[in-house]
């Protein structure tokens, strides 16, 4: 799994989960967002956590069967403005940036999964950053039970 987010003003996230052994996945965290703060840094701060096999399957089942990313567009983009010639006739759409584009992509055994958008996300957004915010807890906390934080949310 390799998720990433950056800005317009040059913030930039990025999660990556990969199989260590047969019973370990490897999560690694990078971010230039100080959330607490506020603020944007010039650097990248990586954390990493080796998780279970049965919490990836949390987080493999969360992203399938609640969030159902197999059901999202592939490619998702805005277009909220038009130019219009000066007799009112349109001209062209023009795209509009709030300044933020996103990619996930999934691989599993015999299926790669792969998503984007540029300011625009698809409907149910707020519950796959709800597992995103979990895998970055867990790099801070690496006791955290993802089950726990990820069920605490739902309905």
């Known amino acids: 799994l390799t998720y990433e987010l950056c800005g317009f003003f040059c913030e ?21 967002i100080d959330h607490d703060a506020g603020i944007i840094s010039d650097t990248l701060k990586a954390k990493t956590v080796v998780i279970s096999e049965a919490e990836w399957n949390i987080v ?6 609640y969030v159902q ?18 007799d009112g006739r349109n001209y062209r759409q023009v795209p509009v940036c709030d300044g933020y584009g996103w990619n996930l992509t999934v691989c ?3 299926r790669k999964h792969e998503f984007s958008g540029n300011c625009r996300v698809p409907d149910n957004w707020k ?12 790099t ?6 993802l089950s726990i934080y990820l ?4 309905h």
């Not at 990556?16 to 990078?30: H, L, M």
């Not at 990313?69 to 000066?86: E, G, P, Q, T, V």
């Not at 709800?130 to 970055?136: C, E, G, H, Q």
């Open 69 to 86: 990313i197999d059901l999202w567009d592939n490619h998702i983009s805005c277009y909220s403005r038009k130019a219009y010639m000066s």
């Open 151 to 154: 069920a605490s949310e739902k």
């Open 127 to 138: 519950d796959f950053s709800r597992l995103i915010d979990a895998l970055k807890a867990k």
């Open 140 to 145: 801070n906390e690496p006791s955290l039970d």
């Open 108 to 110: 599993g055994d015999r």
């Open 12 to 32: 930039h996230e990025r999660i990556e989960a990969y199989r260590v052994n047969d019973r370990q996945i490897k999560i690694n965290y990078e971010s230039n």
């Open 60 to 65: 493999i089942s969360y992203l399938f069967n």
